[in-house]
């Protein structure tokens, strides 16, 4: 098995309904399939739910998306749309990071996303491309700091050294993105979590 079909069974076994997706495409049909017409679907800043198409095609779908990126856009409220994501029929988000042995490693600023992951709707659809899987919790930890953290704050206009100078420094920012770290090793009580793992580079 190569490491995508490993994580695949890993988290199968774990409970979680989880598939391989070929590519972007493939990726949203099986959103699009698990996700009903008039679902309301909140959404975790991603890159990767953009890149693949997936936002756009919920939205000529009819389906209502509560993001706060889509938010910033219509000079919606943000903190009203981050409550109404909470409590949304479906919880669409990517992940920082996935380990071989089916963890999903998530580091949060606000701490919306992360906990809408697992005390949010009770149907969770991850997203993410290969680029995004990692040994262990460790690695995964340090995969986010280094890749991720540097990306997210520029994309963000923030000014955390992880920004400014391409490190992590373990600031004091009062800007800073890590506030809590989230490691989901099962599906939660309840909840009912999709994870599409695509053969390809999506986000960071
Ligand atoms: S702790 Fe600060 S510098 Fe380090 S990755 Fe997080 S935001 Fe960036």
């Known amino acids: 098995m190569n490491d995508i079909e490993k994580t695949i069974d890993a988290l199968n076994k774990k409970g979680f309904k989880a598939v391989i997706a070929t590519d972007a495409n493939d990726a949203v049909s099986y959103v699009i399939s698990v996700i009903g017409h008039d679902d ?5 800043g991603s890159m990767t739910l953009f890149e693949t198409g997936i936002v756009d095609s919920l939205l000529k779908r009819g389906n209502t998306i509560y993001s706060g990126e889509l938010a910033d856009r219509c000079g919606q409220d943000k903190n009203e749309v981050r409550h109404k994501a909470m409590t949304a029929d479906v919880y669409l988000t990517s992940t920082n990071a996935l380990t071989l042995d089916g963890d999903l490693i998530n580091i949060d600023g606000t701490g919306n996303r992360a906990s809408a ?23 995964a930890v340090v995969r986010i700091k280094k890749v991720a953290c540097p990306q997210n704050a520029r994309r963000l206009g ?47």
């Open 40 to 44: 309301t679907v909140g959404m975790g």
């Open 158 to 204: 923030l000014s955390t050294p992880c920004a400014t100078e391409n490190r992590c420094t373990d600031c004091d920012s009062d800007q800073r993105m890590c506030n809590v770290t989230v490691r989901i090793q099962r599906p939660t009580r309840g909840k009912e979590m999709h994870v599409v793992l695509i053969d390809g580079e999506f986000g960071y």
């Open 117 to 139: 992951m697992f005390y949010g709707p009770n149907k969770v659809i991850f997203v993410a491309g290969k680029n995004k899987l990692t040994a262990n919790p460790h690695t």
